[in-house]
């Protein structure tokens, strides 16, 4: 692997930024042990629909001289789905933030949301000229507007719409990341061949939701993270990883909300953190973020007085890599904090679901 590029470590202007990366403001005791389950409407109104993420991508791409849109194809029901880059040079590193794999996992979107209009002020200047970033803020755009066929009666959000897992046609796609390109989704497809194939990627944070009991120690994570766990990713894509993840957990462990644990998640090559690694020797780090904008199971989803610590959760995330990037010290990142990182548990009645 040619790494003309880096790995993580939190460097002291890092740091000290991050107090000033969102205007998001933190609900009181916005920490691992914040909001439990139902603490909260569960609601989808305050949330972007497909419409009004275009409408925010096309005002910032207005906005913003270095952003640029790309549409790189579209969902099963003609949906566009939107890559948004900050190309400055095609001999920097590049990262790419991926986003609602799965349409009931939105925080994630609202916080890459804030982060593309974050890299429009001047608080990231000096950043974009050393790192590459592309962010697709909303790949499975048919589930996240609960725009599916199958019924989702039993789900409890309240708003204008469902958001559910799976695309339109019911298929989990985050499995499908070990197949020809002819026979994946649509979605993933478009993914692989408009972007992982396109453009030469070094880092890749894929950012989910979990439940909302997941623990270490006792206490509730904030979220968990994992590397690569497939036997076929090479060392050095291994290596790189690990150290993006060091460079993440730092940010988020320094904050004083964060809790951070590590994710028991699989190692099939159908599962996109160990895929891209292993079919186009990216660097990648699953983050797993807690609690679900919606879903049929009331311990799963959270309410809405978390919103705000995770939306600045994810900022603080995509902030602390692209700097670590840009800056080089993603190089020299301590990757051992990984030997002694609890894995977290679920308490009782609760699924593990990267």
């Known amino acids: 692997m040619n790494f003309k590029k880096?790995?993580?470590?939190?460097?002291?202007?890092?740091?000290?930024?991050?107090?000033?990366?969102?205007?998001?403001a933190l609900p009181v005791g916005a920490v691992g042990?914040?909001?439990?389950?139902?603490?909260?409407?569960?609601?989808?109104?305050?949330?972007?629909?497909?419409?009004?993420?275009?409408?925010?991508?096309?005002?910032?791409?207005?906005?913003?001289?270095?952003?640029?849109?790309?549409?790189?194809?579209?969902?099963?029901?003609?949906?566009?789905?939107?890559?948004?880059?900050?190309?400055?040079?095609?001999?920097?590193?590049?990262?790419?933030?991926?986003?609602?794999?799965?349409?009931?996992?939105?925080?994630?979107?609202?916080?890459?949301?804030?982060?593309?209009?974050?890299?429009?002020?001047?608080?990231?200047?000096?950043?974009?000229?050393?790192v590459n970033i592309l962010i697709i803020p909303m790949l499975n755009a048919d589930g996240a507007m609960g725009d599916v066929n199958f019924p989702l009666d039993d789900y409890l959000a309240k708003g204008d719409r469902h958001l559910t897992r799976a695309n339109a046609n019911g298929i989990d796609l985050n499995r499908e990341h070990d197949k020809k390109t002819d026979s994946m989704q649509v979605e993933v497809k478009a993914l692989h061949?408009?972007?992982?194939?396109?453009?030469?990627?070094?880092?890749?944070?894929?950012?989910?939701?979990?439940?909302?009991?997941?623990e270490t120690d006792g206490e509730l994570v904030s979220g968990s993270i994992l590397y690569p766990t497939n036997a076929n990713v090479k060392p050095e894509v291994l290596e790189a990883s690990k150290k993006l993840g060091a460079v993440v957990y730092n940010s988020i462990e320094s904050t004083g909300w964060g809790h951070i644990g590590r994710y028991d998640g699989g190692s099939g090559e159908n599962i996109g953190r160990n895929g891209a690694a292993v079919r186009y020797d990216i660097a990648t780090l699953l983050f797993e973020m807690r609690g679900m904008s919606d879903h049929n199971i009331e311990s799963v989803a959270l309410g809405q007085k978390?919103?705000?610590?995770l939306v600045k959760q994810t900022v603080t995330t995509l902030d602390a890599a692209v700097r670590a990037i840009a800056d080089d010290s993603i190089?020299?990142?301590?990757?051992?904090?990984?030997?002694?990182?609890?894995?977290?548990?679920n308490r009782p009645g609760i699924e593990s679901d990267e």
């Open 193 to 214: 061949e408009n972007v992982f194939a396109k453009y030469d990627i070094d880092y890749m944070i894929d950012i989910h939701h979990q439940g909302t009991l997941s």
């Open 331 to 345: 190089e020299t990142a301590d990757a051992s904090f990984w030997d002694t990182l609890p894995t977290q548990y």
């Open 306 to 309: 978390s919103n705000g610590y």
């Open 33 to 130: 042990n914040g909001p439990s389950a139902g603490n909260g409407q569960v609601t989808t109104s305050n949330l972007h629909t497909y419409e009004s993420l275009v409408s925010y991508l096309e005002t910032q791409d207005a906005k913003q001289e270095r952003l640029a849109l790309e549409v790189i194809g579209e969902t099963v029901n003609g949906r566009d789905i939107y890559l948004a880059k900050y190309m400055s040079n095609p001999k920097n590193p590049t990262i790419l933030f991926l986003t609602q794999q799965h349409g009931n996992e939105q925080l994630t979107t609202e916080g890459a949301l804030e982060f593309i209009k974050h890299l429009g002020t001047n608080k990231t200047k000096g950043i974009l000229e050393n």
């Open 6 to 24: 880096k790995v993580l470590s939190v460097s002291l202007s890092s740091l000290m930024t991050l107090s000033a990366v969102t205007a998001v």
